[in-house]
């Protein structure tokens, strides 16, 4: 933790630190758009207009998904030896550039050219293109329809040291680091699955590694070499979209694992909501306002999100007996939306060089999944173990004879069932108690009761809700988890298989006959 805290600090700081000495910043911008269909035609003096950089304009391009271009035009002055001027600084730039120093081409970022769609531009400058006094920088932006684009950071005339140091920054802070990050992800992810291999059971490491694998898709898109990529280039910004939702939904069934509480109907009416919301951020890719609409989905997504989890926190049974689950689940919460709003705010506000807080905030959600899932199976194992303990003190304290030996465990074994049939008991767990082979001893078990072990624990998990039913008003849900369902759906099915009737229709029978 101490680590991640000292990597965010310095990429915060380290702007500040850089340094600019004998570098010139350019100033007096302009821009104007070009026309349709020109090539590399700078407009003429009377189609510019004044802007400040860092700032960013809109195209007004009727063409979704195709590149509009717009030129910035800036001046900076030379009083020295121009041969000390080695390199330009343009940061940020949204989302292509072409760069020309009085006319002269320096270099260009195509899409295909990216190291990742955030990494600043810089460029060696030629020999001959600096000159003494008054110099004009040109950047031909290549912007995407419908889009805002622009410069996002000033734009600095660097000496050969300045412009070393900075490219090195830039070099740590969005290629090595991010890397850093998504092998440690993927580490993580690899840890919660052996988890979930070793105990294919609980599923709650299973919606852990996605959770963990939809992160590092997060930083992957984001930061990884384009031409890696198997998606198209404009697509990068929809998958980015497309997480929101799609980590929401693992984050909600994640939190139900903790508890193995699941709500099925609410479920798949949040899922229909988030697959809305998907299709809308899919389908702004044809539409004229994506830069608007995608931020927009992402907010509404965030505010579902936060209503359910807090929902579920409510009427999660027992949840406060454990202050330390539930205090990390509201942890993991607010976190998740820290991250989500800082990476709308600065998307919004075109400063997306600072989506690396995000992703290093990715490193301490996972680590509280990963601490949150190994203290549930913890907790949980010592638990049932102690419960298989003193069934086995049972045991252990009266002698058995011989030929009633195994009648005289199942017995054991059956009281012990009608005492915990709430807890999730387990046939394995039984016949180690009791010193049995476990078929050995669910042949002995059904053949003594004329039932399998799972069929017994429902059959008393079903009579004691059927008292309930008969006897209170409280809600069929909260009275299937009081007897040791995970979800209403198993509920239904095993009580209408059991007493022939659902838990609704019981209910209204039994008051009709009262």
């Not at 001027?85 to 989302?95: A, C, D």
């Not at 301490?364 to 203290?375: A, C, F, P, W, Y």
Request: hydrophobic share 45%; with cysteine.
């Amino acid at each position: 933790m101490k680590l991640v805290h000292s990597i965010l600090l310095i990429i915060l700081l380290s702007p500040c630190l850089l340094g600019a000495e004998g570098s010139l910043t350019v100033a007096g911008w302009n821009y104007a758009l070009e026309q349709a269909g020109a090539s590399e035609s700078v407009p003429p003096d009377k189609g510019w207009s004044p802007i400040t950089v860092p700032g960013m304009i809109k195209t007004g391009c009727r063409t979704p998904g195709a590149i509009c271009y717009a030129w910035f035009r800036g001046e900076f002055t030379v009083s020295g030896d121009p041969a000390g001027y080695y390199g330009i600084s343009l940061g940020r730039t949204f989302h292509t550039d072409r760069v020309f120093i009085n006319g002269a081409f320096v270099d260009s970022q195509m899409p295909e050219d990216f190291a990742n769609i955030h990494f600043p531009s810089s460029y060696v400058i030629p020999a001959g293109a600096v000159k003494t006094g008054k110099n004009t920088l040109l950047v031909r932006l290549g912007i995407y329809g419908g889009e805002w684009g622009g410069l996002l950071d000033e734009v600095h005339i660097h000496p050969k040291r300045e412009y070393l140091k900075e490219k090195m920054f830039y070099e740590t802070a969005f290629d090595k680091v991010p890397l850093g990050i998504a092998i440690t992800l993927t580490a993580f992810m690899i840890v919660i699955l052996v988890f979930y291999f070793w105990n294919r059971k609980n599923s709650l490491f299973l919606y852990g590694a996605l959770i963990t694998l939809a992160m590092v898709l997060y930083i992957v898109v984001l930061f990884s070499p384009h031409a890696l990529l198997v998606i198209p280039f404009d697509w990068i910004f929809i998958v980015h979209w497309l997480l929101y939702p799609l980590l929401a939904m693992l984050v909600i069934i994640f939190i139900q694992s903790l508890y193995r509480r699941y709500f099925f109907f609410q479920n798949i009416s949040i899922g229909v909501l988030f697959s809305v919301v998907s299709a809308i951020i899919i389908i702004s890719h044809a539409l004229r306002h994506q830069f608007l609409i995608r931020p927009a989905c992402a907010v509404i997504t965030e505010i579902i999100f936060v209503g359910y989890a807090v929902y579920l926190l409510k009427n999660m049974p027992r949840n406060h007996e454990d202050r330390y689950k539930f205090n990390r689940i509201v942890l993991l919460i607010i976190l998740s939306q820290i991250a989500a709003a800082w990476d709308i705010a600065v998307y919004c506000a075109g400063g997306r060089t600072m989506l690396l807080v995000p992703a290093l905030g990715a490193l301490v959600i996972n680590l509280i999944i990963i601490v949150l899932g190994g203290r549930d199976i913890y907790n949980r194992l010592r638990s049932m173990q102690h419960l298989y303990d003193s069934l086995k003190s049972r045991i252990d304290k009266k002698p058995l004879s011989i030929t009633d030996e195994s009648e005289e465990k199942l017995k054991r074994v059956i009281d012990f069932i009608k005492e915990n049939y709430r807890s999730d008991i387990s046939r394995e767990g039984l016949s180690e108690a009791v010193g049995m082979n476990p078929d050995y001893m669910s042949k002995l078990f059904k053949t003594y009761t004329g039932m399998k072990i799972n069929e017994y624990i429902n059959k008393l998990r079903i009579e004691a809700a059927a008292g309930h039913l008969a006897s209170e008003n409280a809600k069929i849900i909260d009275i299937a988890f009081s007897v040791g369902f995970d979800n209403i759906v198993s509920f239904n099915r095993s009580f209408k298989a059991i007493m022939d009737l659902t838990p609704s229709e019981y209910r209204v029978k039994f008051k009709s006959d009262s």
